[in-house]
C-alpha cells in the first residue's frame, strides 16, 4: 500500500508570493492533517480535515488555508508568503477510528521563502 | 487546554546503554498518548501508543514507554541503545473526550555514542 505522498518535495518562492501544497493520503484514509515544523517550534498544527470537511485549526493566521477533496486528497495554501513561513510542512493521515489511530507522514514539503 | 512538555532538547547515551527520553502532559480529561520519531529528511514515524490498560506499553524498534497517570508522564524507553537510535522523538497527546487534534512537543533529539 502506497504511503502518504506530498508534492512538491521543495519549493523555494519569495515574499509576497503564494504556494499550494499537495498531499495524497494513504488509500482508505479519510483524515488529514497538516502540521509546519520549524527548528525552534517543533510541529505546530495547522488544520484537519475529515470527509471534506475541515475539523479542527490551528492558531495560524488566515493566510493558511486548507481543503479536502471527494476522494480524500488536501491541498493547503498560503497567501502572501512571509520570510517566518519557511519551514517542513508535514502532512498525515488516519484511519481515524476511535480518534487513536496513528498518523500517517509523509516526507513533507520544504518551503523556502527568501 | 492541552500540552505537552519534553524537557530536554536533546540526550545523549553511549552504544549499549539504557534509554529515557521524558515527556510530560496535560489534558482535561484522560489522554491517548504517542511516540513519533523522525530520521533525517523525512516524516515521522508512529512508534507506539497508550490507550488503556497495562501502564507499560511495547513498540517498535524494541521502544517501550511507561504511562504514569499520577505524574501525568509518558516516558520512553529503551533497554539496550544502538547508533541506529539517532533521531528526534516526539512526544504527542489527545484528550479522548474531545473532539480535539492531536498536540506534539517540541521534540529531543537522541544522540547514540558508539
Known amino acids: 500500500k502506497a504511503g502518504v505522498t506530498q508534492t512538491p518535495r521543495y519549493l523555494i518562492k519569495t515574499r509576497g508570493q503564494q504556494v499550494t501544497l499537495s498531499c495524497s493520503p494513504i488509500s482508505g484514509h479519510r483524515s488529514v492533517s497538516w502540521y509546519q515544523q520549524t527548528p525552534g517550534q517543533g510541529l505546530q498544527f495547522l488544520f484537519e480535515y475529515f470527509s471534506e470537511t475541515q475539523r479542527n485549526k490551528g492558531n495560524f493566521p488566515g493566510r493558511f488555508s486548507g481543503r479536502q477533496f471527494s476522494n480524500s486528497r488536501s491541498e493547503m495554501n498560503v497567501s502572501t508568503l512571509e520570510l517566518g513561513d519557511s519551514a517542513l510542512y508535514l502532512c498525515a493521515s488516519s484511519l481515524d477510528r476511535d480518534r487513536n489511530s496513528p498518523l500517517h507522514f509523509g516526507n513533507g514539503t520544504r518551503l523556502t521563502v527568501t | 487546554a492541552q500540552s505537552v512538555a519534553q524537557p530536554e532538547d536533546q540526550v545523549n547515551v553511549a552504544e549499549g546503554n539504557p534509554l529515557t527520553v521524558k515527556c510530560t502532559y496535560s489534558?482535561?480529561?484522560?489522554?491517548?498518548l504517542f511516540w513519533y520519531v523522525q530520521y533525517p529528511n523525512r516524516g515521522l514515524q508512529f512508534l507506539l501508543k497508550?490507550?488503556?490498560?497495562?501502564?507499560l506499553v511495547k513498540g517498535s524498534y524494541g521502544f517501550e514507554a511507561e504511562f504514569n497517570k499520577s505524574q501525568t508522564s509518558f516516558h520512553l524507553k529503551k533497554p539496550s541503545a544502538l547508533v541506529s537510535d539517532s533521531a528526534l522523538y516526539f512526544c504527542?497527546?489527545?484528550?479522548?473526550?474531545?473532539?480535539?487534534?492531536?498536540?506534539f512537543g517540541k521534540g529531543t533529539r537522541l544522540h547514540i555514542l558508539p
Open positions: 489534558v482535561s480529561g484522560n489522554p491517548y
Open positions: 504527542a497527546v489527545r484528550d479522548r473526550n474531545r473532539d480535539d487534534k492531536i498536540i
Open positions: 497508550y490507550i488503556t490498560g497495562d501502564n
